[in-house]
């Protein structure tokens, strides 16, 4: 609740941010897989986490490599 109250977000949302703006700096300068680049962010699932990024970005991780 204090995490909360003093920044208007919920732990996991934070932490899931903050795991997705790492995640679109690998996909977007490294060659690493895309299951690679979600167990290097904490993801063990890359189905979840093609979830959630696409959620955070409105595109998919795939998407995202294709246009680097």
Same mark, same amino acid.
């Given at each position: 609740?204090?995490?909360?109250?003093?920044?208007?977000?919920?732990?996991?949302?934070?932490?899931?941010?903050?795991?997705?703006?790492?995640?679109?700096? #690998? #996909?977007?300068?490294?060659?690493?897989?895309?299951?690679?680049?979600?167990?290097?962010?904490?993801?063990?699932?890359?189905?979840?986490?093609?979830?959630?990024?696409?959620?955070?970005?409105? @595109?998919?991780?795939?998407? @995202?490599?294709?246009?680097?």
């Amino acid at each position: 609740r204090m995490f909360k109250h003093e920044t208007g977000m919920n732990l996991n949302y934070y932490l899931n941010e903050v795991r997705m703006k790492k995640a679109m700096e #690998l #996909l977007r300068d490294s060659d690493m897989l895309i299951k690679d680049v979600a167990n290097a962010v904490g993801v063990e699932d890359p189905l979840y986490f093609n979830k959630v990024f696409k959620k955070f970005y409105h @595109i998919s991780p795939s998407d @995202i490599r294709r246009k680097s």
